[in-house]
T-cell receptor, first 113, second 113 residues
């Protein structure tokens, strides 16, 4: 059983398009996150949600809109895709406390043509 | 604010040799520290964590790390490298009134036969 699953695994699209990435966790965690990993492997948090409520928004352009329909799901919608959005996007979940580890999905590799 | 510095973006060792990956942190509060491993085209997997209990922490796959407050370090070691250890390793810190993980820039470990 996959603990944190993301779809799709690969996403290739053109500049200006709108796309969504879905994430689901079956660990019973209250908190979910989106991270962006750039071409140099640098990982940076974008958002976190706790029980469907936005907790962290790290100065991400408002073209990125997370949505959490329930605490087991956190989707990421991106409008008007730009070349700089090309990256690997990771979803993660945890119990929401700073001493608890986060569990990561396998990532979605987004390539903008 | 918290930060993590990983010295050495690339480390190469021979199979059977000692693995030492360096991590130094900066934190104004007692930190929680994590090491994650990322295999190619996969998400991050937790190796071990320090959460203010024992300063020597044992993790999976024979890895361990020692928290040294006086040196603000949390270096990762393994006595004998295996070919399967080749991957990207990330050190991360949290604890500053948030569960947000701050990652280092990663260290790529190569293991030669």
């Amino acid at each position: 059983d996959t603990a944190v699953s993301q779809t799709p695994k690969y996403l290739v699209t053109q500049m200006g398009n709108d796309k969504s990435i879905k994430c689901e966790q079956n660990l019973g965690h209250d908190t979910m996150y989106w991270y962006k990993q750039d071409s140099k492997k640098f990982l940076k948090i974008m958002f976190s949600y706790n029980n469907k409520e936005l907790i962290i928004n790290e100065t991400v352009p408002n073209r990125f809109s997370p949505k959490s329909p329930d605490k087991a799901h956190l989707n990421l919608h991106i409008n008007s895709l730009e070349l700089g959005d090309s990256a690997v996007y990771f979803c993660a979940s945890s119990l929401g406390q700073s001493n608890q580890p986060q569990h990561f999905g396998d990532g979605t590799r987004l390539s903008i043509l | 604010a918290q930060s993590v510095t990983q010295l050495g973006s690339h480390v190469s060792v021979s199979e059977g040799a000692l693995v030492l990956l360096r991590c130094n942190y900066s934190s104004s509060v007692p930190p929680y520290l994590f090491w994650y491993v990322q295999y190619p085209n996969q998400g991050l997997q937790l190796l071990l964590k320090y959460t203010s209990a024992a300063t020597l922490v044992k993790g999976i796959n024979g890895f361990e790390a020692e928290f040294k407050k006086s040196e603000t370090s949390f270096h990762l070691t393994k006595p004998s490298a295996h070919m399967s250890d080749a991957a990207e390793y990330f050190c991360a810190v949290s604890g500053d009134n948030t569960d947000k993980l701050i990652f280092g820039t990663g260290t790529r470990l190569q293991v030669f036969p």
